[in-house]
């Protein structure tokens, strides 16, 4: 993605009268509207989980915040999502690192995944994000 403040020196003499900072804070509200709206920034992540782990921390590129997760794999198989209520009514003890071959994912914490059941592995995202 292109850093904001190149996008200065075209916008910067359309209002001439206006402070950078301020130029650069509602290009940065535009930019990350547009992504979340749009879903236009779009990025695979593959990270490891571990067995027994909740909540994995999902790592994002510098300077980008999670829109959302498009799709998930572990190992190749997909996962299907679900809400934090419809775990707590289908799977009471998803909180409690059980472990075994994962079928579903919540995203209960922000920018985590809790894989249910646990187990070691790689998760393969694609996710869409906005300037943070």
């Not at 236009?40 to 300077?63: D, E, N, S």
Request: glycine share 8%; hydrophobic share 45%; aromatic share 6%.
């Amino acid at each position: 993605m292109t850093p904001l403040d190149r996008l200065l020196t075209g916008l910067l003499p359309a209002v001439p009268d206006c402070p950078e900072p301020v130029a650069l804070h509602w290009l940065r509200e535009s930019a990350a509207k547009l992504c979340t709206e749009s879903g236009i920034w779009r990025a695979p992540i593959v990270m490891p989980v571990t067995a027994g782990q909740v909540a994995t921390p999902i790592p994002l590129p510098a300077g980008a915040a999670l829109v959302g997760i498009q799709s998930a794999r572990f190992n190749g198989y997909p996962l299907i999502s679900k809400c934090d209520a419809a775990m707590d009514a289908e799977h009471p003890d998803w909180l409690d690192g059980i472990e075994g071959a994962p079928f579903c994912y919540a995203e209960g914490a922000a920018n985590a995944l809790t894989p249910y059941p646990t187990a070691t592995g790689s998760l393969a995202l694609r996710v869409t994000l906005k300037p943070a």
